[in-house]
């Protein structure tokens, strides 16, 4: 529970210079999931993130596009059961209060059985990134991130680095 309140902190803390999507997205993972403050720094610094919830997540923040300027049905590097969204669209904070202000956070599925053909059983993902794919200036950064991915085998995240990959997923659980 005291995990809970340092997250709350956080979020009380950066509410006027952060991203709304994300500070939703974050309170929902709190109620939700067992989401915690560890999780919180991982996820800052680009951690993939699995929900086991047959999708629900997906529903609900897929939603977000529809109030995203920014918004892209994009794919990405990630396998992904159906389309994926990119639906970072302003700033973000690290703990300490430093500023992203070109974050990104993508959202898909991946399938939890071994029998993939209906995609029905399909978990949440999710990672936010460190650049945002807006423009052409963005694209070029992005591609350096991912070029360093590539180099390093780990995500690049808003705010650092984390070896929870697709192949590494940080698993959360519905409460």
């Given at each position: 529970m ?11 803390k950066h ?5 709304k999507?994300?500070?939703?997205m974050?309170?929902?993972l ?8 560890e999780?919180l720094k ?20 897929k939603?977000?596009k ?6 892209f049905e994009?794919s990405?590097s990630h ?21 992203n202000?070109?974050?990104d956070c ?10 993939i053909s ?8 999710f990672?936010f990134?460190?650049t945002?794919?807006n ?6 950064k992005?591609?350096?991130d991912y ?9 690049i995240?808003?705010f650092g ?5 697709q192949?590494n997923?940080v698993?959360l659980k519905?409460?």
């Amino acid at each position: 529970m005291k995990n809970n309140h340092k997250i709350m902190d956080y979020l009380e803390k950066h509410k006027d210079e952060m991203d709304k999507t994300s500070i939703i997205m974050i309170c929902q993972l709190v109620i939700f999931t067992n989401f915690n403050y560890e999780h919180l720094k991982k996820l800052l610094k680009g951690a993939y993130f699995i929900i086991h919830d047959d999708g629900e997540f997906y529903n609900k923040w897929k939603r977000f596009k529809n109030n995203n300027k920014y918004y892209f049905e994009h794919s990405s590097s990630h396998q992904s059961c159906k389309k994926q969204y990119r639906i970072g669209k302003n700033k973000i904070c690290n703990i300490n209060g430093q500023i992203n202000h070109n974050y990104d956070c993508i959202i898909g599925t991946v399938c939890c059985k071994s029998d993939i053909s209906n995609h029905e059983d399909c978990n949440t993902w999710f990672q936010f990134e460190k650049t945002r794919i807006n423009n052409i200036s963005n694209t070029l950064k992005h591609s350096v991130d991912y070029l360093h991915y590539l180099i390093s085998n780990k995500n690049i995240g808003p705010f650092g680095r984390s070896h929870h990959t697709q192949d590494n997923p940080v698993h959360l659980k519905l409460k």
